[in-house]
């Protein structure tokens, strides 16, 4: 990506006077292409937070086993405002009040 000197916009590819130039959209900046170009780059990887606590914060949450009223399948079941309990073992759906 190359940047207007001028207006510090972005400049792009365009070919409309018969030579390929580097043109800003914004100002009347144009640099012509008279050979190839390319550059790379690495980008190093951000370090991704874990905004939420770790599995170690999941492990202690508030949660209560229960017993599938179909199959009777022991599932665990956490607050109320969250969507209805699936059974993993039949896929029946039910809500706790």
Same mark, same amino acid.
């Given at each position: 990506?190359?940047?207007?000197?001028?207006?510090?916009?972005?400049? !792009?590819? #365009?070919?409309?006077?018969?030579?390929? +130039?580097?043109?800003?959209?914004? /100002?009347?900046?144009?640099?012509?292409?008279?050979?190839?170009? =390319? #550059?790379?780059?690495?980008?190093? &990887?951000? @370090? !991704?937070?874990? @905004?939420?606590?770790?599995?170690? =914060?999941?492990?202690?949450? *508030? #949660?209560?086993? !229960? $017993? /599938?009223? +179909?199959?009777?399948? #022991?599932? &665990?079941? &956490?607050? $109320? *405002?969250?969507?209805?309990?699936?059974? $993993?073992?039949?896929?029946?759906?039910?809500?706790?009040?």
């Amino acid at each position: 990506m190359l940047f207007c000197p001028t207006c510090a916009n972005l400049l !792009v590819i #365009s070919s409309e006077t018969g030579y390929n +130039k580097w043109a800003c959209n914004t /100002c009347a900046y144009e640099f012509p292409i008279s050979k190839q170009m =390319t #550059s790379r780059s690495r980008m190093k &990887r951000k @370090v !991704v937070d874990d @905004v939420l606590g770790g599995e170690e =914060t999941w492990r202690d949450a *508030d #949660s209560t086993a !229960v $017993a /599938c009223d +179909k199959c009777g399948h #022991s599932t &665990r079941i &956490r607050s $109320a *405002d969250e969507p209805m309990t699936t059974c $993993a073992g039949c896929a029946y759906q039910w809500r706790e009040n």
